[in-house]
């Protein structure tokens, strides 16, 4: 059974391996041939430690297949042997004789079995090992990454060779210390370098940093940086461990795609502000004297029959709806209140005017709202509300909804929330809509965070957080950070 199922595996060993695995056998059948049936006789069992040694060549370096091959050859000579009256195995009579000879094929076979699966095993972790650092070594190479290891109690970092083609400029950049490489961090980036490994515990070893590293030249790399920290008993930090990567480029697309998506919105807001104009300034006013016509008309309707005057009477407040209907859209398109009025009272006359359209009650809570906030930032909280309400319209069921909005000194808050039917955002997982696509990205460019939070028959709430720093910090320098070794 073995040599069937090993047969193609050692048909690709190497010569030198069957050379050595054809006098391993040769030694086991000349030894075992002096041991079972060279003498007539033997009353000393001292020939059958002599095997014990080929058994072991035969376990440690051919594994269960060899063992097996070994002792068929020990088993057939000792069993011809003790037919024929030769060997250790022929004193007693011929039940002790089989007796003692089954023991000693079984106490024999056994233990170097069992000693070859664990060679065999420890040979394939091996193997395994070596397979797994070889394609870790080709991914670190491909990917431009770096493996470290940081020791706090000496301050000094070892690097593997393949820093040298990230940190070019350095001298040697195996060899480093925490001090020296923190001075080469950016300035806006040590907090986010040196931050996520002071909070990790020994039940949250693993953390994640992005940060730019200054060239002497004054150009910046990206460096993105998955590590674990590694604790004694104790809980105090031994060292630290983990992978670099070279995201520069990464970084470049990152902030060519969020410089086309800010030029997008923008062209965007541009247009609906300017259809917001011609349908307020043109379309509304000419609607009005529409209206002002009809109202004149309306008033002078001697000789009209009674269905006559009805009809125009309908028809002067269809022109009254459309005129009312063409003024709220305008608003939703763009709404001039926000630069006017602010975000506040904007929100709150949009949730006042949003329940009177729709069959919802839309109460509006805001705490704490700076007075000044970034245009930008003003005009992505008032778009998600829209979008979350309009979704709350179209989704939820709910009669009611809650908007709150509540500043935190570096940070503004939003969530919406409803009591509707919700979902199971784990089977909702791939099913984006375009709305929340789109919140998900105007945050993206004021470096916000979106979450949304539901689950069936208890509504749905969606938690925005978006910082009150300028939104150039969100990639700064980028357009001067070029790749490593260029």
């Not at 070892?158 to 300035?187: E, K, Y």
């Not at 247009?271 to 349908?279: D, G, N, P, S, V």
Request: hydrophobic letters at 40%; charged letters at 20%; one cysteine or more.
């Amino acid at each position: 059974m073995g040599w069937a199922s090993n047969g193609p595996a050692w048909a690709r060993k190497s010569r030198g391996y069957h050379l050595e695995f054809a006098l391993l056998i040769t030694g086991l059948v000349l030894l075992s041939y002096i041991t079972f049936t060279a003498s007539e006789s033997s009353s000393s069992p001292v020939l059958l430690y002599s095997l014990v040694p080929f058994l072991l060549w035969a376990a440690l370096r051919f594994g269960p297949v060899g063992v097996s091959t070994s002792m068929i050859v020990v088993a057939f000579l000792s069993i011809w042997g003790a037919v024929h009256d030769r060997g250790p195995f022929t004193n007693g009579g011929p039940l002790n004789s089989v007796l003692s000879l089954q023991l000693f094929l079984i106490f024999t076979a056994m233990p170097f079995m069992v000693l070859a699966a664990l060679a065999e095993e420890r040979k394939q972790a091996e193997q395994a090992l070596r397979e797994s650092e070889e394609r870790l070594r080709l991914a670190v190479n491909a990917g431009r990454m770096y493996a470290f290891e940081w020791d706090p109690a000496t301050d000094v970092i070892v690097r593997s060779g393949q820093c040298a083609d990230i940190l070019n400029w350095m001298g040697d950049p195996t060899r480093d210390t925490g001090r020296q490489f923190v001075a080469r961090v950016h300035p806006d980036d040590r907090e986010a370098y040196a931050s996520p490994q002071n909070w990790l515990t020994s039940d949250d070893p693993n953390y994640q940093a992005s940060y730019r590293v200054l060239r002497p030249d004054g150009s910046v790399i990206w460096l993105e940086a998955n590590g674990r920290v590694l604790f004694d008993d104790q809980g105090k930090r031994q060292r630290i461990i983990g992978l670099v990567a070279d995201v520069t480029e990464r970084k470049l697309v990152e902030e060519a795609l969020s410089s086309l998506s800010r030029r997008l919105i923008e062209a965007q807001e541009q247009e609906r502000a300017r259809i917001a104009r011609e349908l307020h300034d043109d379309l509304s006013q000419r609607m009005a004297l529409l209206q002002i016509g009809l109202g004149q008309f309306e008033q002078d309707t001697t000789g009209f029959s009674s269905e006559a005057r009805q009809q125009l009477h309908d028809i002067a407040e269809l022109c009254r709806e459309v005129s009312t209907s063409i003024h709220d859209l305008s608003h939703q398109i763009h709404p001039f209140k926000l630069d006017i009025l602010g975000l506040v009272a904007s929100l709150a006359g949009s949730c006042k005017e949003f329940s009177n359209q729709h069959n919802l009650q839309v109460q509006f809570v805001h705490d704490d709202i700076p007075r000044q906030i970034p245009k930008e930032v003003t005009l992505c909280l008032f778009r998600i509300v829209q979008e979350a309400l309009r979704n709350v319209v179209k989704h939820s069921g709910a009669a009611e909804a809650k908007v709150e909005l509540s500043g935190h000194g570096d940070r503004i808050d939003l969530c919406v929330s409803d009591s509707g039917v919700g979902f199971d955002p784990a089977s909702a997982k791939g099913e984006v809509g375009l709305g929340l696509i789109s919140m998900q990205e105007r945050l993206r460019l004021v470096g916000g965070r979106l979450s949304v939070e539901s689950e069936p028959s208890h509504g749905t709430r969606i938690r925005v957080r978006i910082p009150l720093h300028s939104t150039d910090a969100q990639v700064p320098n980028v357009g001067k950070a070029r790749q490593a070794g260029a």
